[in-house]
């Protein structure tokens, strides 16, 4: 995949979250306070400014001088990574979770026998 394709992918992702929590903030706005809903026209502009404020971005994004030469070295550098193959995920995957298994026992055992201990300080 050219990296031109990535950084744009990039870019429209970046304006959808923010579109995405435009629009769930304006929502809350709406729904919290009452007044707001009698302005003329809110509606639509509850739905139309998310748009705005994403296309905003990626446009501020695309031109940026900074930005995309930096994303450029990003997916550069991310080219010359050696991913781990199926198996080998699959192994160190196992190796977390037994380790994880065993963790959670001794600290379930640590656990009991510090509720226990405590309990009989108490009664006595």
Known sequence: MDSRKIIITFHLAMAGVLWFL????????YLRFYQVRRF???????????VVLGTIL???????????????????????????NRDDVLRSTTVVLICILIASFI????????????TFILKS
């Open 58 to 84: 990626f446009a501020i994004l695309m031109k940026h001088p900074k930005v995309n030469p930096t994303l450029e070295e990003v997916v550069f550098e991310l080219k010359k990574v050696t991913w781990p």
């Open 40 to 50: 003329p026209g809110i509606n639509t502009i509850r739905e139309i400014l998310p």
């Open 107 to 118: 600290l379930a055992g640590f656990d009991l026998v510090w509720g226990k201990v405590v």
């Open 22 to 29: 435009s629009r769930a903030a304006f929502q809350d706005f």
